[in-house]
């Protein structure tokens, strides 16, 4: 395919969607390279995963009161490396117009929830307060609205009888895993289409 795509990852914690992502692409499936992880955290196991792979990983200083300087270095880093593709993967800081403006169309969200059902934080607590019987997640394009963006792809779950918050976050997260890579696939096909 030759598709060469540079992705490049934010990041906050345990980074297994991230993970998820490199094990496709060292297995051939995902024709891609992640050519930078950056993190708000510099204690995120995501840095140490990233350096196990030899990614180039980056913590950088955020601080709430002036969220655009983490975005401005975060960016030029992105920039640097040449990434056609921004990954938020167990990013937990919301984006300012600043960045999402800079990287307009090409910043990738998951949420775990089939959104529109359940925005913002706590989506499998939500669910099971609903009593929905199906769940799942979400990969949308990131806009100025949160979790609001165009829908690439979705999977869904069953919600069981006796789920708590963390067997229905395992079980969704079984299909984040591969809902991600497969967005990023879905991507690359609209992009060979033009
Ligand atoms: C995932 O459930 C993701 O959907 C949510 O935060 C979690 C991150 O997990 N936004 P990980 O860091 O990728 O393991």
Redo the contacts with the bound molecule.
């Keep these: 395919m030759g598709l060469n795509t540079k992705l490049g990852v934010l ?9 998820a992502i490199q094990k496709e692409i060292e297995a051939g499936t995902l024709d891609a390279e992640i050519a930078v992880l950056i993190s708000d955290r510099a204690q995120a196991p ?1 840095l140490e995963i990233a350096a196990a792979h030899g990614i180039d990983a980056h913590a950088l200083p955020y601080d709430k009161n002036n969220r655009e300087a983490f975005e401005r270095a975060a960016g030029d880093l992105l920039e640097q490396a040449g990434c056609e593709w921004i990954v ?5 800081r919301i984006l300012t117009p600043y960045f999402i403006n800079r990287f307009a169309g090409r910043i990738l ?4 929830s089939l959104l529109p059902d359940f925005k913002g934080l706590h989506p499998q607590r939500q669910a099971l307060e609903a009593g929905v019987k199906t769940s799942g ?1 979400t990969v949308h394009l990131v806009t100025q609205d949160l979790d609001a963006g165009p829908i690439i792809t979705q999977s869904e779950v069953p919600v069981l009888e006796n789920d708590t918050e963390e067997t229905l ?1 395992a079980r ?2 079984v299909q ?1 895993h591969r809902a991600y890579p497969e967005a990023i696939r879905i991507l690359q096909k609209k992009r060979e289409e033009g």
């Design positions: 990041a906050s914690g345990r980074g297994s969607n991230f993970q995501a938020l993967a167990g990013f937990m969200n998951i949420h775990p997640c976050a969704i997260l984040e």
